[in-house]
């Protein structure tokens, strides 16, 4: 297992205390949580795996970030004191504006499936040139 980083040690420690705070409001288990979150992303998301990431045993990556805000409902930014991915001081564009409204009028379902591509395809170009 690589050590992990102390920005990634702090993520963690962020993640584990967010965690236990929205499992006892809610009443979640890693079992009903990796479920859920498997069914949200269309993927296989297993008990295990989160309890790997809210142990350290797995580094916070993007995606993991991106899966544990949506889940918990909190910004990623709340989950890696780092993370400024969707940081925009500007105001949006055109363009930008037309994207979210197009988002907008998409199913629950359409928007889920939406989210599961943008975070696999955010997690690939992190891999490949950050």
Do not use: C
């Not at 705070?21 to 890693?30: A, D, L, M, P």
């Not at 990623?76 to 564009?93: A, M, Q, V």
């Not at 979210?100 to 998409?106: D, G, M, N, Q, W």
Request: net charge neutral.
């Amino acid at each position: 297992m690589k050590k992990l980083s102390v920005t990634d040690l702090k993520a963690k420690e962020n993640l584990t205390r967010i965690w236990e705070r929205e499992q006892k409001k809610r009443g979640f288990t890693q079992d009903s949580a990796a479920a859920e979150i498997a069914e949200q992303n269309g993927d296989k998301t297993s008990q295990a795996k989160l309890s790997h990431y809210l142990s350290g045993h797995l580094r916070l990556t993007i995606s993991a970030v991106l899966m544990f805000s949506s889940y918990l409902k909190v910004a990623p930014e709340n989950i890696r004191d780092d993370f400024n991915y969707g940081y925009r001081p500007d105001p949006l564009d055109e363009r930008e504006r037309d994207t979210i409204e197009s988002f907008r009028k998409l199913s629950e379902d359409q928007k889920r499936v939406h989210e599961a591509l943008t975070h696999t395809m955010v997690e690939q170009i992190a891999q490949k040139y950050l």
